[in-house]
C-alpha cells in the first residue's frame, strides 16, 4: 500500500501537492493562533546579510524535505472525495473530466481561450506516528502542494503574480491553510490571466486538499476558475 501511494505522489509531482503527525488536542482551554502572509516589497539586504538568510533558507529547506519524507513514509491512507466532488462542481461552467486514482481525484478544466486542473484528496492521518504539530502538518504541507502548482504553470514567474494572499488559521485539534494568487502577463500583444490556489483543512485526523491552477486569455474564465475554487472550499468541513 505504501509503495503505491509513494509512486502516485512521485507521479503527480511534476503537475502540482506537505506533511503529518500524531494528532491529538491539547488538554489546555481553547485558543486560536493565525499567521497573515502578503507580499510586500523590501530594500535589497547586503551581502552579509544575503549569506545569512540564504543559510536559514537552505536549513528551512531540509527541514521541510526531510517532514515530507517521513511524511509519504507513515501509516497513511486515502479516503473517499467524491462527494466533495460531486457538489463543487455542480455549477462549473467550464468543461471538465474527472480521473480517479488511489484515492485522488484529478479534474481537467477546458475553456475557450485556457484550460487548468484541480486535484482534490482527503488523507486520514489516524495511524501515523510522526511527532509533528498540527500547525506544522498544515502549514509544511500546504506550502510544499502550492509549491508544486506554480511550478505547473509554464513561463509562469514571481513577477507575473499581481497578488499573494497566504493565510494559516489553528484552533484546538483543527486548522486551515490558504494560499492563492493572481497572475496577468503581456507580452505586449496579448495578455494572459491566471489563478492559483492551495486550501487544506486539517480536521478529526482528515487532511483535505483542494489544489488547482488555472491560466486564460480571457479574465473570465480565470474569475470563473477562482469562483470554482471557492465552491470546493465551501464543500470542505472546518
Request: charged share 20%.
Amino acid at each position: 500500500m505504501k509503495a503505491k501511494i509513494i509512486a502516485v505522489i512521485s507521479a503527480t509531482l511534476a503537475l502540482t501537492m506537505t506533511a503529518c503527525g500524531t494528532i491529538s488536542p491539547p488538554a489546555q482551554t481553547q485558543t486560536e493562533t493565525t499567521t497573515i502572509t502578503t507580499a510586500t516589497s523590501e530594500s535589497i539586504p547586503d551581502s552579509d546579510a544575503s549569506s545569512e538568510a540564504e543559510s536559514n533558507v537552505d536549513e528551512e529547506q531540509v527541514k521541510s524535505d526531510t517532514f515530507i519524507a517521513e511524511f509519504f513514509d507513515s501509516n497513511i491512507s486515502f479516503a473517499d472525495v467524491s462527494g466533495i466532488v460531486t457538489e463543487a462542481m455542480k455549477s462549473c461552467s467550464l468543461k471538465n473530466e474527472t480521473d480517479s486514482s488511489n484515492g485522488i481525484q484529478k479534474i481537467t478544466l477546458t475553456g475557450k481561450n485556457g484550460g487548468g486542473t484541480i486535484e482534490v484528496l482527503c488523507i486520514d492521518l489516524s495511524q501515523a506516528q510522526l511527532d509533528y504539530d498540527m500547525e506544522y502538518i498544515l502549514e509544511n504541507f500546504g506550502d510544499y502542494y502550492y509549491g508544486q502548482i506554480t511550478t505547473q504553470m509554464n513561463g509562469i514567474t514571481e513577477d507575473d503574480f499581481v497578488s499573494d494572499y497566504r493565510m494559516v488559521n489553528s484552533v484546538v485539534s483543527k486548522g486551515k491553510f490558504q494560499h492563492y494568487g493572481s497572475i496577468q502577463k503581456t507580452d505586449g500583444m496579448a495578455s494572459l490571466f491566471g489563478y492559483t490556489e492551495t486550501y487544506a483543512v486539517l480536521n478529526e485526523n482528515k487532511l483535505n486538499v483542494v489544489s488547482g491552477a488555472f491560466l486564460s486569455s480571457d479574465m473570465m474564465e480565470r474569475q470563473s476558475f477562482s469562483q470554482l475554487m471557492a465552491k470546493f472550499a465551501e464543500n470542505v468541513k472546518y
